[in-house]
């Protein structure tokens, strides 16, 4: 049995972890953004359209919508980049601030589902 308190507590927790993911959502759009246009500075090689297509297939509403998915296009993009041996530097960290931003979202939707 929940003291009204405690139940207080929970929903106030509930609606801070709901404006943190909507802030945190956009944050990962701009990280998108980022690595899109680092991906579009590339010189035109081979590599730049398979490159681009899963950008913009990470930026796509059902990757937003189910972060696994996500989680995918992000590792074929890594692995790309390492097959490839690319070295661009606004590339390289463009892909490290998408996979940390949405590293950090993941973590923080796990620490919310367990309130």
Same mark, same amino acid.
């Given at each position: 049995? /929940?003291?009204?308190?405690?139940?207080?507590?929970?929903?106030?927790?509930?609606?801070?972890?709901?404006? /943190?993911?909507?802030?945190?959502?956009?944050?990962?759009?701009?990280?998108?953004?980022?690595?899109?246009?680092?991906?579009?500075?590339?010189?035109?090689?081979?590599?730049?359209?398979?490159?681009?297509? /899963?950008?913009?297939?990470?930026?796509?509403?059902?990757?937003?919508?189910?972060?696994?998915?996500?989680?995918?296009?992000?590792?074929?993009?890594?692995?790309?980049?390492?097959?490839?041996?690319?070295?661009?530097?606004?590339?390289?960290?463009?892909?490290?601030?998408?996979?940390?931003t949405f590293g950090a979202i993941k973590?923080?939707?796990?620490?919310?589902?367990?309130?």
């Amino acid at each position: 049995m /929940y003291s009204l308190k405690q139940v207080k507590q929970k929903d106030f927790m509930k609606q801070h972890a709901k404006q /943190y993911s909507q802030g945190a959502f956009t944050h990962l759009q701009d990280t998108w953004r980022f690595l899109k246009k680092s991906v579009i500075d590339l010189p035109i090689s081979e590599i730049r359209n398979p490159l681009l297509a /899963y950008v913009e297939e990470g930026m796509s509403w059902e990757c937003v919508r189910n972060l696994e998915t996500m989680q995918h296009v992000i590792l074929r993009i890594v692995n790309t980049i390492r097959l490839q041996k690319m070295s661009d530097a606004a590339l390289l960290e463009a892909i490290d601030d998408s996979q940390d931003t949405f590293g950090a979202i993941k973590s923080h939707i796990s620490e919310a589902e367990r309130v």
